[in-house]
């Protein structure tokens, strides 16, 4: 009864590869996010959907790319990795402008 | 998004003491402010919430003030466990799109 799930939990790559991350939520909200913790814990918006189209799409490479196929999905394609994007990315969902946002357990990326 | 500020960075407290942590914003048209728990390794989680049209809220240890005149909002956490340990950081939602801004987080740390 997961309500926002990620796959995967660990993600170890070499740079220049590509990657992808997959988030699925069961809580029926209409809204989904991407966010990006750094090492310092810093938590940064990069995408949003809503009914599967883009509303927030802050300064991220384009080598970044958002997939919404459905309300309950989102996922996040990275071309050609880099070191700096070692990080944590963060799903979660919500309903569209009513607060609360419920958070996937987090995909631990690492570009050696 | 206009940013939120955050302080302090760090706080360790004695158990049972309180812990007070305080966030400032700039965006006079916010009107809803979470806070989120992560403990090491796991995925931040709304432990309170506050909307703009109250100036407190409280759920056992834990309350929210919000001073929507000096833009400030503030956690309380009395009679601290250990278990309280971790990260907490405070949020505003931008008036459209569901945009949340998070602060950069405090290291709350409970000395048994």
């Known amino acids: 009864d997961t309500a926002v799930s990620q796959t995967p939990k660990y993600l170890v790559t070499q740079m220049g590869n590509d990657k992808s991350i997959k988030c699925e939520q069961n809580?029926?909200?209409?809204?989904m996010y991407w966010y990006k913790q750094d090492s310092k814990k810093f938590l940064k918006i990069m995408f949003s959907y809503n009914n599967k189209e883009l509303i927030i799409n802050e300064t991220v490479p384009n080598r970044f790319s958002p997939k919404s196929p459905d309300k309950a999905h989102l996922n996040l394609h990275i071309n050609s990795l880099e070191l700096g994007d070692s990080a944590v990315y963060f799903c979660?969902?919500?309903?569209?402008?009513?607060?609360?946002?419920?958070f996937g357990p987090g995909t631990r990326l690492t570009v050696t | 998004g206009e940013n939120v500020e955050q302080h302090p960075s760090t706080l360790s407290v004695q158990e049972g003491d309180s812990a007070v942590i305080k966030c400032t914003y700039s965006?006079?048209?916010?009107?809803?402010f979470p806070w989120y728990k992560q403990e090491l390794g796991k995925r931040p989680q709304l432990i309170i919430d506050?909307?703009?049209?109250?100036g407190e809220k409280k759920d056992q240890r834990i309350a929210v003030t919000l001073n929507k005149t000096a833009k400030h909002f503030s956690l309380h956490i009395t009679e601290t466990q250990p278990e309280d340990s971790a990260v907490y950081f405070c949020a505003r939602e931008e008036t459209s799109g569901s945009r949340l801004t998070f602060g950069e987080g405090t290291q709350l740390t409970v000395n048994p």
């Open positions: 965006d006079s048209a916010s009107n809803y």
């Open positions: 506050i909307r703009s049209n109250v």
């Open positions: 809580l029926g909200h209409d809204t």
């Open positions: 979660a969902s919500s309903q569209f402008e009513q607060g609360e946002q419920y």
